[in-house]
């Protein structure tokens, strides 16, 4: 049983690693919920010109820093990244969703397998 196939041309990606390291996906954004926050979703472009999403739960164990427990969202502090899907940048507050953002960084620096 393969991680991921791509729901549009069938291409299967074996583990998490597999996907994060083929050339041919890019992290295209992040879709926060803010209910649950391992319940929101990445969203990744695949060269076939399909965009996928997949659960931020699968990708929590990445992250390995502080979890803060207040959600910052709206304060002066906040940036409003979450707001926005295709903000990548991590979150300099001391937000409970920051741990996300930072994951979000994790994904999107992923070192690519050289193309063949």
């Known amino acids: 049983m393969s991680f991921k196939a791509c729901t549009s041309c069938r291409v299967e990606w074996e583990t998490r690693e597999d996907l994060l390291s083929d050339p041919a996906v890019t992290l295209a954004g992040y879709q926060a919920d803010f209910e649950e926050l391992e319940a929101g979703f990445f969203l990744f472009n695949h060269s076939c010109s ?10 929590k164990e990445l992250y390995e820093g502080p979890v803060f427990s207040e959600r910052r969202t709206g ?15 991590p979150c300099p ?19 690519k397998k050289k193309k063949a």
Do not use: N
């Open 75 to 89: 304060a002066a502090d906040c940036p409003g990244y979450c707001l926005r899907k295709d903000e990548l940048r």
């Open 93 to 111: 507050a001391h937000c409970e969703c920051a741990w996300v953002r930072e994951v979000v960084r994790i994904v999107s620096r992923w070192k």
């Open 50 to 59: 399909t965009t996928f999403a997949l659960g931020v739960d699968v990708f």
